[in-house]
DNA sequence: CGCCGAGTTGAACTGAATCAAGAAACGTGG
DNA sequence: CCACGTTTCTTGATTCAGTTCAACTCGGCG
């Protein structure tokens, strides 16, 4: 699904808005591993994968490649860190499969946003649920066991389990991937 | 600073977007240890801070109390589970200290933002500044030491460390009240 | 074939939890 | 304003989930 008519499916798109978005709107097919951002850029666009899947990560203190965030079909990502400030990013953003991506520039979004309503309802839909996601994974964090984590990640994204490798997914989950590992070894 | 006065300070505020607030808004001066939602019920309001503090917490599936936020002077706080979708809560909202609060049900909201898009910006915005938190709250989880949460919570929040118990704190990072003692006692 | 990345398995180690006991601070009523 | 009970905080000893380091297996691909 593009993402004009993803947006459909959310709110009522008045023709000019669709107009305007077909205007700005860059799609474009891309190769596994291909890198959408890098670190220490300014993440200058927001991307909506129609095909395919991506990951943000980052390199902590020790070196290590700590996965941020998942992002399959019918859903955005972007440097969260960078984006909506448009300050350098410690993220990175590549793609683990091929795919076919929409993608808006900052300003592009703030000029939607100003001049039609419906866009700012939109923006603020999205950010509630990537927000309420966001929250539920501070709970998990916070007093599951590893066990539990992936038990549930592996109840909510399924699909991603299979795409995804163990130790991206281990990152995710804040553990090593030798306890993942270990964790699905048993059940 | 009242409602109004603080949303003057994010974006132009039209009057007749002031009159329907001030037509609405209710402020309350409540007790400590007050409770401004309770476990099980669809969270109605959502609070902005005068004066005072506030945290969320719930308790886990061993019975342990868990501090999922706190919220302080010009701020915001509801049930993060319950308001956005007016749906049964697992968290209770508590008063830390003796407070000035107001507050608008999840209607009145609404039908602010249906009739004022510069309400629905001021929407977008508190989300994406309470996302752009809960983020890094998730990195912290993620790979941090409990030294470090500690360490990087009373950098940003050194007047919550001043006003909330240890024990709260504690939950809140993550790690019990005994550890954060510990790292405490040493620097 | 043989290499290479991805995943598994084992053994030793460690940060933080748990359990338990005191010490301080707090507030409420006499 | 003090005495007493309650809550909050500290400290110690023990335990355990998960990490670290290291070796090994497996499947694909040049």
Redesign the pocket.
């Known amino acids: 699904m593009d993402f004009v008519s993803y947006l459909k499916t959310i709110l009522e798109v008045s023709a000019s808005l669709e107009a305007d978005l077909n205007h700005v709107l860059r799609t474009e097919n891309l190769p596994k591993k291909y890198r959408l951002h890098n670190e220490g850029k300014i993440c200058r666009r927001v991307y909506f994968i129609e095909k395919g899947l991506a990951r943000s990560f980052y390199y902590d203190k020790?070196g290590?490649d700590i996965t941020g965030w998942f992002a399959a079909e019918n859903s955005f990502t972007t440097a969260v860190d960078s984006f909506f400030q448009q300050q350098p990013s410690k993220l990175f953003l590549e793609l683990l499969e091929d795919s076919i991506v929409h993608s808006l520039t900052f300003d592009e979004v703030e000029n939607l946003y100003a001049k039609f309503p419906e866009m700012e309802r939109f923006g603020r839909l999205m950010l509630l649920e990537v927000f309420t996601k966001t929250v539920n994974r501070v709970n998990a964090m916070q007093f599951?066991?590893?066990?539990?984590?992936y038990r549930s990640f592996a109840e909510n994204y399924p699909d991603i389990l299979q795409r995804?490798?163990?130790?991206?997914i281990?990152s995710f989950l804040?553990?090593?991937?030798?306890?993942?590992?270990?964790?699905?070894?048993k059940g």
Chains 1, 2 share one sequence.
């Open positions: 020790d290590r599951q066991t590893a066990q539990e984590r995804a490798s163990l130790g991206h281990a804040g553990i090593t991937q030798e306890t993942l590992s270990r964790i699905r070894a």
